[in-house]
C-alpha cells in the first residue's frame, strides 16, 4: 500500500474520477477538492505529499492557490490543466508548481510523474550533499546543506525544480548538459512535455539568476543541444 497523500483538485467530476480512480487502483491515499478555497483549506488540514491541480477553478485561478500554498508549505504541485501557451505554464511554474501536465494527458504519464516526485521526496534531506557545502561563481553562492542560494548576498526565491536544476548545472559547471541528460536527472525520464517543462523552467530560473537575460552570464543555451553554466572570473 502506497503512504503518499495525494489531494486531487479538479472541478471537472469525470476528469477527478479518473484520476481518484487511478490513484486508488495503484494503492496511493487521496482527497480531493472542487474549487481553490477548497484546496487551500484541504492543503493546511491535511499536509498532502503531493497536490495535482488543475488551474481553471471557479471560484479562484490555480496560479492563485500556488500563491497561497507556497506562502507556508512546498509541497510538490502538479499542475494537471487544458492550458497549453508557455506563458500559462511559466505562471503557474513562476508561482511555485513543480510539473505541468497538460490535458489530455495519459494515465501512464502521470502515474510516471508520481513515481518520479515520490523519488525525489525519498531523496530530498540528501538533495546536494557535495564534498563543498558551499558553491561559488562569481555573485552566485550556493548553500547546499541549507538548500538555498544567493546572489549578491540576496537569497533567490526558487522553487524545488529550480533549484535542482542551478545545483545539477553548478556540479557540471563549464560542461554542456544535453536536454536528455537534465531531463532524465530532473524528472526520470525524457517525454516530450519533459522538454517543454525544462524550457519553461530554465526561462524561470534565467529571470532570477540574470541581470540581463540576453547577454547570460551564469547559464548558456547551446540551441537544440543542452545548456551549460559558464565558470564566472
Same mark, same amino acid.
Given at each position: 500500500?502506497?503512504?503518499?497523500?495525494? $489531494?486531487?483538485?479538479?472541478?471537472?467530476?469525470?476528469?477527478?474520477?479518473?484520476?481518484?480512480?487511478?490513484? /486508488?487502483?495503484?494503492?496511493?491515499?487521496?482527497?480531493?477538492?472542487?474549487?481553490?478555497?477548497?484546496? *487551500?483549506?484541504?492543503?493546511?488540514?491535511?499536509?498532502? !505529499?503531493?497536490?495535482?491541480? &488543475?488551474?481553471?477553478? +471557479?471560484?479562484?485561478?490555480? *496560479? &492563485?492557490?500556488?500563491?497561497?500554498?507556497?506562502?507556508?508549505?512546498?509541497? +510538490?504541485?502538479?499542475?494537471?490543466?487544458?492550458?497549453? =501557451?508557455?506563458?500559462? @505554464?511559466? &505562471?503557474?511554474?513562476?508561482?511555485?508548481?513543480? !510539473?505541468?501536465?497538460? @490535458? +489530455?494527458?495519459?494515465?501512464?504519464?502521470?502515474?510516471?510523474?508520481?513515481?518520479?516526485?515520490?523519488?525525489? $521526496?525519498?531523496?530530498?534531506?540528501? !538533495?546536494?550533499?557535495? =564534498?563543498?557545502?558551499?558553491?561559488?561563481?562569481?555573485?552566485?553562492?550556493?548553500?547546499?546543506?541549507?538548500? #538555498?542560494?544567493?546572489?549578491?548576498? /540576496?537569497?533567490?526565491?526558487?522553487?524545488?525544480?529550480?533549484?535542482?536544476?542551478? #545545483?545539477? $548545472?553548478?556540479?557540471?559547471?563549464?560542461?554542456?548538459?544535453?536536454?536528455?541528460?537534465?531531463?532524465?536527472?530532473?524528472?526520470?525520464?525524457?517525454? !516530450?512535455?519533459?522538454?517543454?517543462?525544462?524550457?519553461?523552467?530554465?526561462?524561470? $530560473?534565467?529571470? @532570477?539568476?540574470?541581470?540581463?537575460?540576453?547577454?547570460?552570464?551564469?547559464?548558456?543555451?547551446?540551441?537544440?543541444?543542452?545548456?551549460?553554466?559558464? @565558470?564566472?572570473?
Amino acid at each position: 500500500m502506497n503512504k503518499l497523500l495525494i $489531494l486531487v483538485v479538479e472541478d471537472d467530476s469525470s476528469v477527478r474520477n479518473l484520476i481518484t480512480t487511478t490513484l /486508488e487502483t495503484h494503492g496511493y491515499r487521496f482527497r480531493t477538492a472542487s474549487n481553490g478555497n477548497s484546496a *487551500v483549506m484541504e492543503a493546511s488540514s491535511h499536509n498532502p !505529499d503531493i497536490i495535482l491541480l &488543475d488551474l481553471g477553478l +471557479p471560484d479562484i485561478d490555480g *496560479v &492563485d492557490v500556488i500563491k497561497k500554498i507556497r506562502t507556508w508549505s512546498n509541497v +510538490p504541485i502538479i499542475v494537471i490543466s487544458a492550458r497549453s =501557451e508557455d506563458t500559462d @505554464k511559466i &505562471d503557474a511554474l513562476d508561482a511555485g508548481a513543480d !510539473d505541468y501536465l497538460t @490535458k +489530455p494527458f495519459s494515465v501512464e504519464e502521470l502515474l510516471a510523474r508520481l513515481r518520479v516526485t515520490q523519488r525525489r $521526496l525519498a531523496i530530498m534531506q540528501n !538533495d546536494g550533499q557535495t =564534498e563543498n557545502p558551499v558553491f561559488i561563481n562569481g555573485d552566485l553562492k550556493i548553500d547546499y546543506a541549507a538548500g #538555498c542560494a544567493y546572489l549578491k548576498n /540576496e537569497e533567490l526565491h526558487l522553487t524545488p525544480i529550480e533549484y535542482k536544476l542551478l #545545483c545539477l $548545472l553548478s556540479h557540471n559547471v563549464g560542461k554542456v548538459l544535453t536536454h536528455t541528460f537534465i531531463t532524465q536527472k530532473i524528472w526520470g525520464s525524457s517525454w !516530450d512535455n519533459d522538454i517543454a517543462s525544462l524550457r519553461v523552467f530554465m526561462a524561470t $530560473l534565467r529571470k @532570477k539568476l540574470e541581470s540581463a537575460p540576453g547577454s547570460p552570464q551564469y547559464i548558456q543555451t547551446h540551441i537544440g543541444v543542452g545548456y551549460r553554466m559558464m @565558470k564566472v572570473e
